[in-house]
């Protein structure tokens, strides 16, 4: 697993670094289809992926400037990398994630999805938290680049190397089949609770930095531009919630 991690964390370094000269966001985010590497590595190789692509994006930001920021896009990426494999033990326990049916591409979606949305989640929320750069910005960009990534590129990748790695007895349940466990009762519990949470906080964060949504209950001071205040107290439960969540997956 110490050694997949690493193989994951090249991969990801290695994709990323090249595009780091093709800008979105000047000192946050570049084009990047080196994102598909962490869903295709975590569907097969489940926290080992997690792990690589935390730590392979940190690579990366040394090559684009690093800051106080990159800490939580450590823990985004983490994320990214965790979040596909779990939603797939609970939604296709046992089925190979290679796209051959409308359900399986839906599921695939909403896999990549959960995953994408979380990591903006997380990243807009530092970023706001430390007054950098407001959560609209990021909780869009990072979004659509991590799921234009994971969907044109994720299921041809996988269709390639999948069956090579399940033959080679190298997928996270041949190397630690103690850890592999049916969906319980607490596991969709997990997944309603990421879900609520994920959704929630990108969708708060957008209405509260756009100013469309102003909470009533806060004092009109925090609910001014940049509404970093109004972000930090709405949006850092819901966060919370879909970590909870996803620690009951």
């Not at 994320?79 to 939604?91: A, I, N, T």
């Not at 929320?125 to 590129?153: D, S």
């Amino acid at each position: 697993m110490v050694v997949l991690s690493a193989i994951c964390a090249a991969l990801y370094a290695a994709v990323l670094v090249p595009f780091k000269v093709v800008p979105l966001i000047p000192g946050v985010t570049e084009m990047r289809p080196a994102n598909a590497i962490p869903v295709v590595c975590s569907f097969m190789f489940g926290p080992a992926a997690a792990w690589g692509a935390g730590i392979g994006n940190m690579i990366g930001d040394f090559f684009g400037g690093v800051g106080p920021a990159d800490i939580f896009g450590f823990f985004a990426n983490v994320v990214y990398g965790y979040v596909p494999y779990k939603v797939w033990q609970v939604m296709a326990p046992g089925e190979p994630p290679i796209i051959r049916s409308p359900l399986t591409a839906a599921k695939f979606v909403i896999a990549c999805l959960l995953a994408s949305t979380f990591c903006a989640d997380i990243v807009g929320w530092g970023e706001n938290l430390l007054a950098l750069r407001p959560f609209l910005m990021l909780g869009n960009a990072i979004v659509f680049n991590n799921m234009l990534a994971a969907i044109l590129l994720g299921p041809f990748l996988l269709a390639a190397i999948y069956p090579r790695v399940k033959a080679g007895h190298l997928l996270y349940e041949d190397l630690m089949p103690e850890h592999q466990v049916l969906p319980s009762k607490t596991a969709w519990l997990g997944m309603l609770l990421l879900t609520a949470g994920v959704l929630g906080a990108w969708l708060t964060g957008n209405l509260i930095s756009t100013g469309y949504w102003r909470p009533h209950t806060l004092p009109a001071s925090m609910t001014q531009p940049p509404y970093d205040r109004a972000i930090a107290i709405v949006v850092t439960p819901l966060v919370g919630l879909a970590t909870l969540g996803l620690a009951l997956m």
